[in-house]
T-cell receptor
């Protein structure tokens, strides 16, 4: 079934560890996005990509990095996790025009202890 | 800069009562507006788009450019409508990024 998948769903990790949050979509969408969301707060765009080898930073400054080597895959990496990185991370994708809005993944809830 | 404001963080209504979730936006171009909904333990999903002028699950939203608003309405709320609702504004051009409001938690009481 065409969908967007995020793993892991929950992650608790120690300070200083390197982590990668996975996001894959099977809808053939060109555009992909990462949003950060604290509980009860708005979603903030931290990274986006128009296609393979295209990545841009979003409105909210983030110490994370992303890559887009394949159309379907848009992982987010934190080289050294800190407690301030504790948040929910949502991945989304859209077809190029964006006319139909975004399709969101289930999210990864990250806790850095 | 584009901005979306949802003034109510929490909204409670009784079953069968009308409900209106407010959304105001700030954008210099031609806006594309969306409502997203997140039910308990489910992912964020698109509810409706202003451009399609559709009614989904009894909800409608009309774009009012004069008041820069896109309020979500339903004449008779149901308990299953209880969820978090986000208004989102799409930028024009190739970027098509969505800017989200802070959300309104709707609770429909029995």
């Amino acid at each position: 079934e065409a969908d967007i998948y995020q793993t892991p769903r929950y992650l608790v990790i120690g300070t200083g560890k390197k982590i990668t949050l996975e996001c894959s979509q099977t809808m053939g969408h060109d555009k992909m996005y990462w949003y950060q969301q604290d509980p009860g707060m708005e979603l903030h765009l931290i990274h986006y990509s128009y296609g393979v080898n295209s990545t841009e930073k979003g409105d909210l400054s983030s110490e994370s990095t992303v890559s887009r080597i394949r159309t379907e895959h848009f992982p987010l990496t934190l080289e050294s996790a800190r407690p301030s990185h504790t948040s929910q991370y949502l991945c989304a994708s859209s077809e190029f025009s964006g006319y139909y809005g975004y399709t969101f993944g289930s999210g990864t809830r990250l806790t850095v202890v | 800069a584009q901005r979306v404001t949802q003034p109510e963080k929490l909204l409670s209504v009784f079953k069968g009562a009308p409900v209106e979730l407010k959304c105001n936006y700030s954008y210099s171009g031609s806006p594309e507006l969306f409502w997203y909904v997140q039910y308990s333990r489910q992912r964020l999903q698109l509810l409706l788009r202003h451009i399609s002028r559709e009614s989904i699950k009894g909800f409608t939203a009309d774009l009012n450019k004069g008041e820069t608003s896109f309020h979500l309405k339903k004449p008779f709320a149901q308990e299953e409508d209880s969820a978090m609702y986000y208004c989102a504004l799409g930028s024009s051009g190739s970027a098509r990024q969505l800017t989200f409001g802070s959300g309104t938690q709707l609770t429909v009481l029995p």
